[in-house]
């Protein structure tokens, strides 16, 4: 199975950037759609963003939509998130995930996790 670390999380302030990385190792990404989430404590896992195999289409939720956008580099067997515009309600453990089937955005539909950077933005 497809090892995923997360990095690239921190503490900022409200109207700065980040971009998060997602290494995968063991196996290729390539084929996989790949998607972020993000989880506050005492909420469940929350889409945020995915991209399809072929990086012809991805899809945002509406909280993040126009400030985030989620890349891949398949030679680089890795995964971006730019977030742009952060503010307090950013705040969680972002994980990233893989997934075989086209474009998912329900945390069942994904086979391989990482294990979540937190990214914090203060006021």
């Known amino acids: 199975q497809v090892r995923l670390i997360e990095s690239g999380g921190g503490s900022v302030q409200a109207g700065d950037s980040l971009r998060l990385s997602c290494a995968a190792s063991?196996?290729?990404?390539?084929?996989?759609?790949m998607g972020w989430f993000r989880q506050t404590p005492g909420k469940e896992r929350e889409f945020a963003a995915v991209?399809?195999?072929?990086?012809?289409?991805?899809f945002y939720a509406d909280s993040v939509k126009g400030r985030f956008t989620i890349s891949r580099d398949d030679a680089k067997n890795t995964v971006y998130l730019q977030m742009n515009s952060l503010n307090p309600e950013d705040t969680a453990v972002y994980y990233c995930?893989?997934?075989?089937?086209?474009?998912?955005?329900?945390?069942?539909?994904?086979?391989?996790w990482g294990q979540g950077t937190q990214v914090t933005v203060s006021s």
């Open positions: 063991e196996h290729t990404i390539s084929r996989s759609a």
């Open positions: 991209i399809s195999w072929n990086a012809a289409h991805s």
């Open positions: 995930a893989a997934a075989s089937s086209y474009l998912p955005m329900r945390d069942y539909q994904y086979d391989a």
